[in-house]
């Protein structure tokens, strides 16, 4: 296989992650769309040639999701889009619960089934899921965020053995803190919280890193453009940490 006329499609593909990994395919030769909900980001992501299209839906919107994917045949699957939303596990309501498995776990469900059939078809697939280090391990304050990130492992180890025999393969990504605004925000909201410095707060998401820094987008978008090759094709339903050996 080579990767020239491959159809990739990157779920939140406007910034952070998915922008970097958009990018990465795209110079890969992959025809990639991005997919996600603030237009100008992904209108900005096309215009700089780091993908050819973008598709506007909300990922928690099921009907839209599933149309936009069933019209394209999608090779790859980069399910990105999330959010990181954290609180005490008391002051964590099931609202929190719905809202971050809906974004994080669900969408990847409807996303993998809405392209799955035209890969079998085809004999061809890489479902590639941005899950995290929270799908590996426990953090405090992030009992949502680590149950719909360990939702999407677990769910990538049992269809990985699912379709083990089809050409495809589903796999998932999972990076240590990684330098986007997800985190920079997080450390605000915890500053806005605390009282303490973001800077802070930054340094101590560096320490959970025994290479004592964050990880950078193109570290994890390296590993989509690997997993989404030819050679990647006996790496099935991994969950690889990308974390300077926190794990
Ligand atoms: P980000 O906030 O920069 O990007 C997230 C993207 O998802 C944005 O483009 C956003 O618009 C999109 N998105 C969110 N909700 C959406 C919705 N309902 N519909 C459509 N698009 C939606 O964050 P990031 O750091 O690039 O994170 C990308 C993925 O990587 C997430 O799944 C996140 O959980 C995961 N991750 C991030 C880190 C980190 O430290 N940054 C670490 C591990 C895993």
């Known amino acids: 296989m080579t990767a020239a006329g ?3 499609v990157v779920t939140g593909g406007g910034r952070g992650i998915g922008r970097a990994v958009a990018a990465a395919l ?9 997919l996600g909900r603030a237009v100008p980001a992904l209108e900005a992501t096309v215009a700089a040639g780091e993908a050819a299209r973008w598709i506007s839906v909300d990922v ?3 009907a839209a999701l599933a149309e936009s994917l069933g019209g394209l045949d999608v090779d790859v699957l980069v399910n ?11 002051k964590s309501d099931l609202a929190l619960y719905r809202r971050l498995m809906a974004v994080n776990f669900e969408s990847v469900v409807v996303a ?3 392209v799955l059939p035209g890969m079998i078809g085809r004999g061809f697939g890489r479902i590639i899921s941005i899950a995290s280090i929270a799908g ?7 009992t949502a965020y680590c149950a719909s990130k360990h939702a999407v492992v677990g769910l990538t180890r049992s269809l990985a053995q699912e379709v083990a025999r089809t050409g495809v393969t589903v796999n998932a ?7 986007t605004d997800l985190v920079h925000d997080g450390a605000a909201r915890i500053a806005a919280k605390t009282g303490r410095a973001a800077e802070d707060i930054t340094a101590d998401f560096h320490k959970h890193n025994p290479q004592g820094r964050l990880i950078r987008v193109e570290e994890v978008a390296g590993a989509v453009v690997w997993l989404a090759g030819a050679d990647a094709a ?6 690889i940490a990308i974390d300077g050996g926190e794990t």
């Open 173 to 179: 990504l999972c990076p240590g803190y990684v330098d």
């Open 26 to 34: 795209t110079r890969a030769g992959h025809e990639v769309t991005v």
């Open 80 to 90: 990105n889009a999330g959010i990181a939303d954290s609180a005490p596990f008391v």
């Open 60 to 62: 928690t919107d099921e």
């Open 112 to 114: 993998t089934r809405a």
């Open 234 to 239: 006996a790496v099935n339903g991994q969950a």
């Open 6 to 8: 491959k159809q990739a």
């Open 136 to 142: 590996l391990k426990g953090y405090p304050y992030v």
